[in-house]
């Protein structure tokens, strides 16, 4: 039962961090699609710097695996900048390609580092053993990260940069309506600029979160199994306001930390289904969920369109 | 001269050689930074794919096995650009691909069916899975490609548990086709001859070029795909015309799903790949179809020649010098011509602007 919430709690964490990313984003008016590739490229962030690191004390571990996750997000979210501000390119075009390129860079980057260490060494895999311990501490068997706090210092800081704040109010204007928001003299590129790039921090943040969540050695091949897309969906269950992802982000991480631990509890183990059920049981809530939600759907209206100074 | 640059036809295959150059370009510039020494003879090989090997014989039959992967290759492109042009970004094919895959293995393994049965099944499948994204967004407002990517996992572990029944004990491999049931197998008309005997060239390659011509004649000539068209143009206007949007997002999807789970069947039915029932990421072949299509400058027969494209440099990817570098180096390629495909609308611009400009001076001195 403790296993249940401890993976609930940080797998919540991630989608939180990611959705809080897409929603800002998206209040700015770009669909961040790419938040799959910003989370992989985060990890390698984080995971680079926890290999290089190696031993040290556990706060400069923690706070320099961090900013170097948050650092590579935000660089890497420039490609969808330039890409949909700058070029009025498909931002779902752009937003998948950014999630295929991270993958394979990932992969590419991280085996060639493996082959230089040692030539008969092929694999993707980093490892970072003493690392995570440094992001854990352990109260009774339960395994508090880090990441946990983060994420509500996330929540909290989304909702006061959103609501109490000039710079939200004038990000989200830009979202709804950005030809409106330039005629009182706000700089709509810029704007969509913070969206972007703080989109790119917190998926940053949120891909070393998930590669910390249960593992000492992620294999990059493998990139983040559509959290980006799960978080996507927590944001559209949240309805773009940071306070209900918060909540969804709880309801998902549950079912995802199912998969984890399901055979902790005989009730599930009686039911024996294949483990494969619990794999999928995330996505299919999913489905669900937006099946449901999506209907009244409060998007900010200009989400997705190019901006265009000339068109009204 | 101008006329000619102003044709589109011309500007778009202008805009895709120009992403596939920018793409090698930055694909040799990654392996530079990797490694220096080798990386020229690296990206050579990249693109010479099947050239790399010496005798005329191999090389034959290295492309017959290019072009066996070429065929799903094809109709995964052409299920993303059907979709697109009816304004849906189907990134469901990945996933209608996977259930094609395990529909047409488990009726060939399980219940021992001929190739025409389980070719059909693989496309009801694949359009039953495409239909529930439909539906999803026809009538709940989902957004096509969170759900798309949803189905995709849920249809990669569902694939995973069935195809488990038919697979060999020893591995995660499903049972070999030609061993089990060659009646499934797809014919090969006689085309092994010209590969060298490389029997994984089949009736797969006359069956996607004819559906990449069926797909260019119900978009471009019949009124059916005018009716698409509009309404992936603006839905309230096809609307207030009389179409029925919703049967159309549908009936897209459908048939967008049933044309990636045939190319599902091409690939499986020549024998020529097995499905790995452990594997924990949906195959890169409906991902491909993104690129392929978009460099096809989203038209049927263009998708023809960039999917061949695509599959030569991905194969390609084998002859890097592995004592350096890995093959995925030319999924990197590919993201970025995706990537890059973002800027055709802008360059096309461009290029329209510049010969403007240029007709106007010229108009001006007259």
């Known amino acids: 039962m403790l296993l249940l919430i401890q993976y609930t709690l940080i797998f919540a964490s991630v989608l939180m961090l990611v959705a809080l990313g897409g929603c800002i984003s998206e209040h700015s008016g770009i669909i961040n699609l790419g938040l799959e590739g910003i989370m992989v490229v985060g990890a390698l962030g984080g995971a680079l710097v926890m290999r290089t690191l190696g031993t040290t004390s556990a706060v400069v571990m923690v706070l320099a695996a961090m900013i170097a996750a948050g650092l590579a997000g935000m660089l890497y979210s420039c490609l969808l900048g330039v890409a949909a501000i700058h070029f009025k390119a498909d931002q779902t075009l752009v937003g998948t390609a950014m999630n295929l390129l991270a993958t394979a860079a990932a992969t590419v980057l991280v085996k060639a580092m493996n082959t230089a260490a040692n030539p008969d060494n092929h694999s993707s895999e980093i490892e970072y053993v003493a690392a995570r311990k440094m992001f854990i501490v352990n109260i009774n068997g339960f395994e508090f990260n880090w990441f946990m706090i983060v994420a509500i210092i996330a929540v909290v800081a989304v909702y006061f940069i959103l609501y109490k704040n000039k710079f939200g109010l004038r990000l989200m204007a830009c979202g709804e309506h950005p030809q409106a928001a330039d005629s009182v003299g706000i700089n709509v590129y810029k704007m969509r600029w913070s969206g972007v790039l703080i989109s790119g921090l917190l998926g940053g943040l949120g891909g070393l979160c998930y590669i910390l969540a249960g593992v000492s050695l992620w294999k990059f091949e493998n990139g983040v199994a559509g ?5 996507l969906a927590v944001m559209i269950f949240g309805q773009w306001k940071p306070t209900r992802i918060a909540v969804a982000a709880l309801l998902f991480g549950l079912f995802r930390a199912l998969s984890n631990t399901y055979t902790g509890f005989p009730f599930l183990l009686s039911l024996n289904l294949p483990g494969n059920v619990y794999n999928m049981m995330p996505y299919i809530v999913c489905l669900i969920v937006l099946a449901f939600t999506s209907k009244a759907s409060h998007a900010p209206k200009a989400e997705g369109i190019p901006y265009d100074k000339g068109s009204r | 001269m101008r006329k000619v640059l102003k044709n589109q036809a011309v500007q778009t295959f202008a805009a895709s050689i120009l992403c596939i150059l920018a793409g090698l370009l930055i694909g040799y510039i990654v392996l530079l930074f990797i490694n220096p020494q080798g990386a020229g003879e690296s990206i050579l090989n990249i693109i010479k794919n099947f050239f790399t090997w010496s005798r005329p014989q191999s090389q034959l039959k290295q492309f017959g096995n290019t072009l066996a992967k070429t065929m799903p290759l094809i109709m995964c492109s052409l299920s993303i650009l059907f979709a697109y042009k009816v304004g849906l970004f189907n990134i469901g094919t990945a996933g209608q691909y996977v259930a094609g895959a395990c529909a047409s293995l488990y009726a060939a393994l399980a219940w021992n069916w001929g190739w025409l049965p389980c070719m059909l099944l693989a496309m009801i499948a694949a359009s039953a899975l495409g239909a529930i994204t439909g539906i999803l967004k026809a009538y709940c407002n989902v957004n096509e490609v969170i759900s798309g990517i949803m189905l995709n996992w849920i249809s990669l572990y569902t694939a995973n548990t069935i195809l488990s029944n038919v697979k060999e004990t020893a591995s995660p491999y499903t049972l070999y086709l030609n061993k089990e049931n060659p009646a499934s197998m797809l014919p090969t008309l006689g085309l092994e001859k010209l590969f060298n005997g490389n029997t994984n060239v089949t009736l797969a390659v006359p069956v996607a070029i004819i559906a990449a011509i069926l797909v260019w004649v119900i978009l471009s000539k019949t009124r059916f795909g005018y009716e698409l068209k509009a309404t992936g143009n603006n839905k309230n206007a096809a609307k207030y015309a009389g179409m029925a949007q919703n049967r159309n997002i549908i009936l897209t999807l459908m048939i967008s799903g049933a044309l990636a789970g045939l190319g599902a069947s091409l690939l499986y039915q020549t024998g020529y790949m097995r499905w790995e029932c452990t594997q924990s990421s949906v195959p890169a072949m409906g991902f491909n179809g993104i690129a392929a299509a978009f460099l096809g400058g989203l038209h049927p027969i263009g998708a023809v020649f960039s999917s061949f494209f695509i599959q030569h440099i991905t194969d390609g990817g084998q002859y890097v010098n592995t004592n350096f570098y890995s093959s995925q180096i030319s999924d990197v390629i590919s993201s970025v011509i995706i990537y890059l495909c973002g800027f055709v609308l802008f360059i096309k611009l461009t290029m329209n602007r510049v010969i403007t400009r240029r007709e106007d001076k010229k108009g001006a001195k007259q």
Request: glycine content about 20%; aromatic content about 40%.
């Open chain 1, 227 to 231: 959290f980006g897309f799960l978080a």
